[in-house]
């Protein structure tokens, strides 16, 4: 008997045969079986564990016996990977007699972005295998029309990571195409397009390729494990992203710019039902603010309220009233007193108020300084979420939410007097926090961590395994 078949016996002799035949003489099938590795890449990538890591060695260095034996440990681990994140899979609706290529299509997540998502890992991992990665440092800013060596390595980098066509080897001078692939760069991880090679830039720029494929990665399974639990409509608030969907039937019908939590007053990672919107709302400052930021200001100036058109009222709902020189003496110590702010275009919440019920204090809301939202880094706010395309917003509830539309339109030019409104039925609003994606133009895309929620060094586990010093994948 053949050597290479000798793990054969008996009436399976035959159904090994094909199956030896079906992998490895056709290159269709064999494409198809790659299709497991990169499953299990993606999934070693986001979660690493030392079975993963075996199954991918045996698949990369394992004899043919090896890993036609493997197969169906590895499906069945693949299928419960996904199983165990609630992602349905058409592999548990095969029948009996599917072949391995049926079942190896069939472990992929049904999501538009999988093959965008594993390509880029592919990519990623043979960076890793080919190219070194160096850290940059060139000593400081660097800008168009400076000169350093560096220079030629940044080329490099960005042409390897696609931001740039071309590079030139030699060049040290910091030139106008340079700062365009720059500006492509910085915009796709969040940063402000300005050309200038400043530390958040370098940061992003030393990435090793096995770092971003570990976030990618992990930012896939997070997001298609979630996403997969969601019922339509909804709205979706990405925090490091600072940026808002509202999905309908499937597709995305509104996308705004949001100004989530300051890094020491974060935006939580949570979900709720919106129950009510408020037109012209009032703000009661929640007593931390106040502390920290509202009765600084005014023992400085006694006539703070009153310019910021705020109302004080003791725990009983009186209202109080003091000179400007004692409301400065008042904010010094125990301040027994809610402070309210009027409803009007200068109040905190600006137009609207998105209620859902938590025990966080969190909604959603206009701004009356709108020229935030242009700023690349929007982590400005004390913990709510500040939506720029706030008007949309509403008007889109007014259409399909609101019960009472007759007051709705009648009230559209009234700016002072706060208004309530009830649903007809709330609407799930999710606040998830997803470092990297590939966006609908299928480009990576990348962001900061803003809380530093990433602050586990998973590359200790993955950064100088053997799987990765040799091809994992065919190409």
């Known amino acids: 008997m053949n050597s290479g078949l000798g793990f054969v016996r008996g009436y399976k002799c035959v159904a090994w045969l094909l199956l030896f035949i079906s992998l490895f003489l056709s290159a269709n099938a064999r494409s198809e079986f790659d299709n497991l590795t990169q499953n299990l890449l993606l999934q070693y990538l986001a979660e690493p564990t030392l079975e993963r890591e075996q199954y991918l060695t045996t698949l990369q260095a394992g004899t043919i016996?090896?890993?036609l034996e493997s197969v169906d440990m590895i499906q069945l681990s693949v299928a419960d990977f996904w199983r165990q994140k609630n992602v349905p899979l058409s592999f548990d609706k095969l029948n009996s007699g599917a072949s391995i290529v049926e079942k190896n299509i069939s472990l992929e997540p049904e999501v538009d972005d999988y093959l965008w998502v594993v390509n880029y890992l592919r990519k990623l991992i043979w960076l890793s295998q080919t190219q070194s990665w160096p850290a940059i440092e060139?000593?400081?800013l660097l800008r168009l029309g400076d000169g350093h060596q560096s220079i030629k390595l940044i080329s490099q980098r960005l042409w390897l990571l696609g931001d740039a066509i071309e590079y030139a080897a030699d060049e040290v001078v910091y030139k106008e195409d340079l700062a365009q692939s720059v500006k492509r760069f910085q915009a796709r991880h969040g940063l402000t397009p300005d050309s200038v090679i400043g530390p958040k830039t370098l940061f992003w720029l030393n990435q090793t390729p096995l770092a971003r494929g570990h976030l990618l990665a992990k930012s896939f399974v997070e997001k298609t494990a979630y996403s997969s639990q969601?019922?339509?409509?909804?709205?979706?608030?990405?925090?490091?992203a600072f940026n808002m969907?509202?999905?309908?039937?499937?597709?995305?019908v509104l996308q705004s710019k949001v100004i989530v939590g300051k890094s020491y007053r974060q935006t939580p990672v949570m979900q709720g039902n919106i129950s009510n919107i408020v037109l012209n709302p009032t703000w009661t400052v929640p007593r931390q603010i106040l502390r920290k930021d509202v009765l600084p200001l005014i023992h400085k100036d006694g006539h703070y309220l009153a310019k910021k058109k705020f109302d004080v009222f003791d725990y009983e709902g009186h209202l109080v009233e003091k000179s400007a020189q004692q409301w400065q003496?008042?904010?010094?110590?125990?301040?027994?007193?809610?402070?309210?702010?009027?409803?009007?275009?200068?109040?905190?919440?600006?137009r609207y108020k998105f209620h859902f019920k938590n025990d966080l204090d969190v909604y959603l809301h206009d701004t009356p300084n709108p020229e935030l939202y242009r700023q690349s880094?929007?982590?400005?706010?004390?913990?709510?979420?500040?939506?720029e395309k706030v008007q949309l917003l509403a008007d889109w509830f007014a259409r399909y939410l609101?019960?009472?539309?007759?007051?709705?339109?009648?009230?559209q030019l009234n700016y002072d007097k706060t208004q309530w409104f009830a649903l007809s039925a709330t609407l799930p609003v999710h606040l998830v926090y997803w470092r990297a994606w590939v966006d609908d133009e299928h480009v990576a895309q990348y962001r900061d961590d803003i809380y530093d929620v990433d602050s586990v060094d998973v590359m200790s586990l993955i950064g100088q395994h053997a799987i990765f010093t040799d091809k994992v994948i065919t190409q």
């Open 377 to 387: 880094q929007r982590a400005l706010s004390s913990g709510c979420v500040r939506i």
């Open 245 to 252: 969907v509202l999905v309908e039937d499937n597709q995305v």
């Open 65 to 67: 016996s090896e890993q």
């Open 329 to 350: 003496e008042a904010a010094v110590g125990r301040f027994p007193y809610r402070v309210v702010q009027r409803p009007g275009t200068f109040n905190s919440l600006g």
């Open 402 to 411: 609101i019960i009472d539309k007759r007051i709705w339109n009648r009230m």
């Open 138 to 140: 060139p000593g400081g």
């Open 230 to 240: 969601l019922s339509q409509p909804y709205l979706l608030i990405n925090i490091p």
